[in-house]
């Protein structure tokens, strides 16, 4: 079976500061990476995917994320954050042959970015 | 454009009592999910749908029910509360397709305790 695993519970950092969140994955086959971000009392809502093609995937709100196949990793970056960036964020795995997953994600644990003025 | 709507928004049960979660979709998505949320924990599939009528279990099914009997709606059904329940409760929708899992649309949860 597929794990997720997010190696930062918390990441404070300052606004207009770089930061990257870690992600790390185990699956013996193909596999299908998002990423997923929640504000406070709302649902979760896709920042980026990675289903095939190029490695390094744009997202919403200018983040972006690299698929590297032989370290089983799938980071998040943005250049210089906000304060609006402020929020939890999910790293996901689904894994199958095309369709047969239906859709079912695996979630990290979960990493909560917090921006400082 | 609604989406996925979840009712309640919050409820608090008593240790036996039975209670229903309503989700809804617009979309006309034929996958429909209910994840758990518990901190520090991530999400935990615990029921899914991929058209009316077909369900199956998640990763955590014990204690819950589910049906789907239109496209549109998906509730969870609680049927003897236990505090292990306590949780936010999401429900998401996606089209589903052949090639490439869709992403997920979610709702805006249910947060729910049970004492």
Redesign the interface.
Known sequence: AQSVTQLDSQVPVFEEAPVELRCNYSSSVSVYLFWYVQYPNQGLQLLLKYLSGSTLVKGINGFEAEFNKSQTSFHLRKPSVHISDTAEYFCAVSVGLGGTSYGKLTFGQGTILTVHP | NAG?TQTPKFRILKIGQSMTLQCTQDMNHN?M?W?RQDP??????IY?S?GAGITDK?EVPNGYNVSRSTTEDFPLRLELAAPSQTSVY?C?S?E?????????H????TRLTVT
């Open positions: 996925v996958y999910y994840y520090g924990m991530g999400l935990k599939l899914y991929v998640g999401f998401a996606s589903g397709t052949s090639i490439f899992p869709s992403p997920l979610f709702g805006n949860g």
